[in-house]
């Protein structure tokens, strides 16, 4: 545990200050002045800039102590030649640390490292993420990497991540910190945000915060683990509280360039995992403002950064499973030895399918929408299935707020209009891919709080506000199911591991029995019970199966693996 909270402290320097650099290069480059030093921002940048940063060193090297050290050294070169804005964000940081309005804070924040000391691995963190990152450790990647075993052809950048904070070679064991970090980072924003709700004209992000505090509230006892899911879910859930705080500015201080680099995160978010990629839609706002005030260097600066934070995850996906976006098969540009066989793909990608329907069996990928949606329903348990009713209430909320705009003739608020299209996009998305709730959980919360959100200031009277009124009173009790089982379930989970050893040092990955496979001269290490192969256990497989069908490429595992 205190192992944790020294990596966060360190992180939160490290990612502020390569923001801080970012931020200012970006705004010196669009010619404009950034007068608003905001620290979520400039924390959430240096997130992207890292992740960005290490896909890219991947590419030639592996991530280790040499490339750590070198990003050390862009952030103490940073900190340095931004000194004016570091020094102003060190003294509110202080300025809140000692005072009473820190106290909340740092309870948060220790409750939150209790969890990330310890914990449940996450299913797919056994099964590939532990083994991705000690990959980008060890070599940063070798082709057809993706022939060992398909899961590693997802290429999450959110790994890359975890590897540069990993550190294993100062440690002396890999740490596994950065989801509690984003966790305690974005809840302890969410509960600033708050706490001034009834001062402000707009509740929207207030809302959307609520939603970054439930979703920590219901995957709380997975912190530990560096899972893409996770990664991905906050990072959304920061975009879209992000939009909405700008949303309340827009009239006073917000600038299109502010929306334009939410896009950025956005393109971050979709290397992440790609099914986030529909929050795009959020790129049309900023790209008609800035086109009608032909701000083409604005533009510019925009599309390069996307660019950039896109081309990396490009070259990983190529490298490592020889398709442009894997397991999409209908992007077939590319004929290299190490490519994974299109049926292969094909069965990770209807497998993903079927198993987001509940029917677990790839042979019924064709099965109509009226024979696996009762299954799909059978299958979700009560509180479950409350969550996916307030959602459909909030249908019912967003389409009242449309019939009270059109009456009323009230000026369309288009910053409002494009997120809650995107947030539904995305939930339409998840629900016609593989709606598991963990892949859209961000969005099922997200939703419904703002459509109930958007009434808060709305007419004091009339039958439309009244039956609002009801609407939002039973999406919130709709929520409120769906959280009150994981309150009892977070309190049992922490007295049950009150006497674990992870006060000091934060828990280790799973070691597990191995078998041994031979992949002609190399040995590769596959679980012999269940499918969690873990860290320890390199180069390691989940499924001996895939193994089999691979083989080297050379005499090197650094000449990678293609199939048989």
Not at 43 to 56: D, L, P
Not at 232 to 259: G, N, S
Not at 314 to 342: C, E, M, Q, T
Not at 486 to 506: C, F, G, P
Request: glycine content about 6%; some cysteine.
């Amino acid at each position: 545990m205190l192992e944790v909270l020294l990596l966060w402290g360190y992180m939160l320097f490290v990612n502020t200050s390569v923001g801080v650099g970012v931020l200012k290069l970006i705004y010196r480059m669009t010619g404009r002045e950034n007068k608003r030093v905001s620290f979520i921002t400039c924390v959430m940048a240096g997130v992207v800039a890292i992740i960005v940063y290490a896909e890219f060193y991947s590419i030639f090297s592996n991530v280790g102590m040499t490339a750590h050290l070198l990003l050390l050294l862009a952030a103490v070169l940073s900190a340095f030649v931004c000194r004016d804005v570091f020094t102003v964000l060190l003294k509110r940081f202080k300025a809140v640390c000692a005072s009473w309005e820190g106290l909340p804070y740092l309870i948060l924040i220790v409750g939150i490292a209790y969890f990330a000391s310890r914990g449940i691995q996450h299913t797919d963190t056994g099964i590939y993420h532990a083994q991705a990152i000690r990959w980008y450790e060890e070599y940063g990647l070798v082709k057809g990497l993706a022939n060992l075993q398909q899961h590693f052809g997802y290429n999450s950048a959110y790994l890359g991540y975890a590897a540069v904070f990993s550190m294993k070679w100062l440690a002396g064991k890999s740490l596994h910190g950065t989801t509690g970090f984003l966790a305690a980072l974005l809840c302890v924003w969410a509960l600033q945000g708050i706490k001034d709700f009834k001062k402000k004209d707009s509740n929207l992000a207030d809302v959307c915060r609520i939603g970054i505090l439930l979703y920590t509230l219901v995957n709380v006892e997975g912190l530990m683990s560096p899972a893409t899911d996770y990664g991905t879910m906050y990072l959304v859930l920061y975009i879209i509280t992000r939009w909405a705080q700008l949303c309340a500015e827009q009239r006073r201080k917000a600038q299109p360039l502010d929306f334009g680099l939410l896009c950025v995160a956005v393109v971050c978010v979709t290397t992440y995992k790609v099914a986030a990629g529909l929050l795009v839609v959020l790129a049309l706002y900023p790209a008609v403002l800035m086109i009608r005030r032909k701000a083409w260097r604005e533009i510019a600066v925009c599309l390069c950064a996307g660019i950039l934070t896109l081309l990396p995850f490009l070259i990983r996906n190529v490298l490592i499973s020889g398709w442009l976006v894997y397991p999409l098969g209908a992007i077939d540009l590319f004929s290299v030895d190490w490519k994974v066989p299109l049926e292969y793909l094909q069965y990770d990608s209807d497998q993903i399918k079927v198993w987001g329907r509940c029917l677990f069996d790839v042979a019924k990928i064709d099965v109509p929408l009226r024979e696996w949606l009762p299954i799909w329903w059978d299958a979700k348990d009560t509180y479950e299935k409350m969550l996916i009713e307030a959602n459909l209430a909030a249908v019912g909320l967003e389409l009242l707020s449309l019939v009270h705009i059109l009456f009323k003739k009230e000026k369309i608020v288009w910053e409002q209009v494009i997120l809650h299209a995107a947030v539904f996009s995305c939930l339409a998305g998840w629900f016609a891919t593989a709606p598991f709730i963990r892949y859209g959980l961000a969005f099922l919360l997200e939703f419904p709080l703002l459509a109930a959100g958007g009434w808060f200031h709305r007419m004091k009277s009339g039958p439309v506000r009244v039956l609002a009124g009801y609407c939002c009173l039973g999406t919130f009790m709709l929520l409120s199911i769906y959280w009150s089982y994981y309150v009892l379930t977070d309190m049992n989970w922490i007295k049950e591991h009150l006497r674990d050893s992870a006060y000091v040092r934060q828990q280790d990955y799973d070691r597990v029995e191995v078998g041994e496979i031979q992949i002609d001269s190399l040995t590769v290490y596959y679980p012999l019970e269940s499918d969690n192969i873990s860290y320890h256990a390199f180069p390691g497989t989940a499924y001996e199966s895939m193994a089999e069908r691979s083989k080297m490429r050379g005499a090197s595992i650094k000449d990678g693996f293609k199939p048989k």
